[in-house]
């Protein structure tokens, strides 16, 4: 286990680069995100610990990043401003490349598309919608996609079908959405409380997790969503972020505002709790999986400290 | 736990320090700028993801067009139903 230090900083995502399996980016904020600037963290794991390779201070907490899937030195934040940042990791100039502003209330949400031939990014917002970009062509929204009835929290492209992608919110409703059409194709009550995670499976494209302030997460099969195919119990506090597995079709892990971060297999209905991760002393909010690297899990947390399983 | 009650304190004296639009101690006030510049060029290649197996190519291709059908045969009587409970259930607001 390896860890990385940010003091007078708060954690709130973190994702490792899909070019460079040793290169993580992390998102923090100033005073728990709620005043002052933000710090956006490029650092390298080597073989005896993590180094800083690059730091970039924004006016405004950060709250997600999403490495791009077509060039391995762009990067993308959502900040409190309610504007997203391009980042350079190679560029010796401060500051981002380009700042797009159309958002009225803090991002909360960033995802570059994995489908090959898309350049999109989707961003969600406090301000109830998620919008579409493409970087390649210039400053302004593609799309702007209305519907939820509260924040949103989580806006993740379907590694599976181009053009889809699924929104948590605090209105309780997990929404999949067509980029093409513009319209919210499902809308679905996954929890009687504020949503604040979901994650797609990779392995089967009609399957989605959600992670909720009610402590649980829920599997959903989107072909009927009348119930969940599986809800995990275990954490004590809200569910803060949950990623499916790239290598196995039923892992999934999740970070709590519990302080912990477990990892579980659906499949496994007995006992699907497989690992619970106690090494935090405050919210755990940013958690990835390595592309390349199985079973490696990196966390960020509130504690001013990340952790690299 | 302490660590908690530290946390709740010093998120309490902040709440009240921004509400009553008072300085925080410590905070930094930036002014940074986009740089406008053009993205440094990229020197590798994709990497497929470990889902995007050969085999996975096929069944995925036969998914995609089948995809929109789970879209399509969600039944405007489901529909329905979902909004009515999303709106009932959890009032206005």
């Known amino acids: ?309 | 736990c302490m660590c908690k009650f530290i946390l709740q304190c010093s998120l309490t004296q902040l709440f009240r320090l921004v509400q009553a639009g008072e300085e925080v101690p410590g905070l930094s006030k930036l002014d940074i700028k986009p740089n406008s510049q053009t993205p440094t060029p990229s020197q590798m290649e994709r990497r497929p993801k470990p889902w995007e197996n050969s085999k996975t190519h096929i069944t995925l291709e036969f998914l995609v067009c089948s995809s929109s059908a789970w879209w399509q045969c969600l039944c405007p009587r489901d529909l329905c139903w979902w909004s009515f409970r999303s709106s009932g259930m959890w009032g206005a607001g």
Request: charged share 20%; hydrophobic share 35%.
């Open chain 1, 1 to 309: 286990m390896k860890t990385f230090k940010f003091p007078a900083r708060h954690g709130y995502a973190v994702e490792i680069s899909p070019f460079i399996p040793t290169r993580l980016a992390c998102a923090t904020s100033q005073y728990y995100g709620i005043a002052g600037c933000g710090t956006l963290l490029v650092l390298e794991q080597t073989e005896t610990g993590i180094s800083l390779v690059k730091s970039f201070d924004w006016n405004d907490g950060l709250f997600d990043v999403t490495w791009s899937e077509s060039n391995e030195h762009i990067l993308v934040t959502g900040g409190g401003d309610g504007s997203l940042q391009v980042w350079d990791t190679a560029n010796p100039q401060p500051g981002p490349l380009q700042v797009l502003k159309e958002h009225t209330q803090e991002v909360y949400s960033v995802d570059w598309s994995l489908t090959r031939e898309e350049n999109l990014v989707v961003s969600g917002s406090w301000d109830r919608t998620a919008k579409v970009w493409d970087l390649s062509r210039g400053g302004l929204s593609l799309c702007t996609l209305q519907g939820h009835e509260g924040v949103i929290y989580s806006t993740l492209w379907s590694p599976h079908i181009p053009g889809c992608f699924a929104s948590a919110s605090g209105d309780g409703t997990l929404r999949v959405w067509d980029v093409k059409t513009g319209r919210c194709r499902l809308a679905i009550p996954a929890h009687k409380a504020e949503i604040l995670s979901c994650d797609w499976c990779k392995y089967d494209q009609n399957v989605i997790v959600t992670g909720a302030v009610d402590c649980s997460l829920c599997v959903w099969d989107l072909r009927n969503v009348r119930q969940p195919l599986s809800r995990l119990l275990g954490h004590s506090y809200a569910i803060r972020r949950v990623k499916f597995s790239p290598f196995n079709q039923t892992v999934l892990a999740s970070c709590s505002y519990d302080f912990t971060v477990r990892l579980w297999d659906y499949s496994r209905t007995e006992q699907p709790l497989m690992e619970t991760l106690e090494h935090h002393s405050e919210f755990v909010c940013g958690l990835d999986f390595n592309l390349q690297i199985p079973n490696q899990v990196v966390d960020c947390s509130w504690d001013e400290t990340g952790l690299v399983t």
